[in-house]
């Protein structure tokens, strides 16, 4: 797999003052850490970060973070972002350091393909869960969990554990939670009603 280039520069300057500072130029203050190596203050253009979330894999994309002039910090991602809470502006960013051959966990959406058959007999298809969170490689990370629903009947549930695998992927939880169902609608409890009657 082709892992994308963000070039950032070193920050020597830290404090609220500092970043307030550094935005004024059109660049963001991060920080990259992990990997078993100091944690090294940055800034870079928001625009790269922006390009990055329209990527498939959106802000769980891997990518090589390099500083200008100085040693590439290796392949990391994005471990956290702050924006400003009305215009959305990119204010922050967090990167953590990972490694090709070490699994690392993100959250991805769960994605629903074809047609219910409970739907279609009066049932409603609700999704309890629309993200969860996974373990893999970084080359392996799926831009989604995809669930077929075209088998479900009312009352049928897909829980976590019975999500699709794929080779490579582990879907983490701490509690078995029903990703999708269909719920009895009322059409389908008349139906059921009439057919007991």
Request: glycine content about 10%; proline content about 6%; some cysteine.
């Amino acid at each position: 797999m082709e892992y994308q280039t963000i070039q950032a520069e070193a920050r020597t300057d830290r404090g609220k003052g500092a970043a307030r500072r550094t935005r004024t130029t059109g660049r963001i203050p991060a920080i990259a850490y992990g990997g078993g190596a100091d944690a090294v203050a940055l800034s870079l253009n928001p625009k790269d970060l922006r390009l990055l979330h329209k990527g498939e894999l959106g802000w769980n994309t891997p990518f090589h973070l390099a500083v200008e002039g100085g040693d590439d910090l290796g392949l990391s991602m994005l471990k956290a972002v702050q924006k400003h809470p009305l215009s959305g502006e990119l204010l922050h960013a967090d990167f953590i350091r990972v490694q090709e051959d070490t699994p690392v966990t993100v959250k991805v959406p769960v994605r629903l393909t074809g047609k219910a058959p409970g739907v279609e007999l009066g049932g409603k298809l609700a999704q309890p869960l629309r993200d969860v969170y996974i373990a893999c490689l970084p080359s392996a990370i799926p831009a989604a969990v995809v669930v077929d629903v075209s088998q479900m009947g009312v009352g049928d549930k897909v829980l976590l554990s019975s999500l699709p695998s794929t080779d490579g992927v582990t879907v983490l939880y701490r509690h078995d939670a029903t990703v999708v169902n269909v719920v009895r609608g009322r059409v389908a409890k008349a139906a059921t009603t009439v057919a007991e009657g």
